[in-house]
């Protein structure tokens, strides 16, 4: 079993940027594509980011130019730096791993996922 550990989310002002950090267990974090989800109120979960085993990466449309997903192998570790936060990105975030070096960008795609941070944006 992987685990994972996000955190860094918190409260932040329009404007703002935020840098969530994942912590995954594990000796083979390389083999696992990485990603990261979120989960606003009264609304199903959906896809912000991922990275692949060599680093590809892609982001949604809604974030695009926004947000940037990056991994630390060393320190099994993935990243989501979000800047120019606005309201519509409050939610829970949500980090998760796939057990392959390909990137997916589909919640059935990924096989462990962490607990979750909170982001909330204010204007």
């Known amino acids: 079993q992987v685990q994972l550990v996000e955190s860094g989310g918190g409260l932040a002002q329009a404007g703002d940027s935020l840098r969530l950090s994942c912590a995954a267990s594990?000796?083979?974090?390389?083999?696992?594509?990485m990603g990261w989800f979120r989960q606003a109120p009264g609304k199903e979960r959906e896809f912000v980011a991922a990275?692949?085993?060599?680093?590809?990466?892609t982001v949604a449309d809604s974030v695009k130019g926004r947000f940037t997903i990056s991994r630390d192998n060393a320190k099994n570790a993935v990243y989501l730096q979000m800047n120019s936060l606005n309201t519509e990105d409050t939610a829970v975030y949500y980090c998760?791993?796939?057990?392959?070096?390909?990137?997916?960008?589909?919640?059935?795609?990924?096989?462990?996922w962490g607990q979750g941070t909170q982001v909330t944006v204010s204007s």
């Open positions: 998760a791993a796939r057990y392959s070096r390909v990137a997916s960008t589909t919640i059935s795609g990924y096989d462990y």
């Open positions: 594990g000796r083979t974090f390389s083999s696992y594509s």
């Open positions: 990275i692949s085993g060599d680093a590809w990466s």
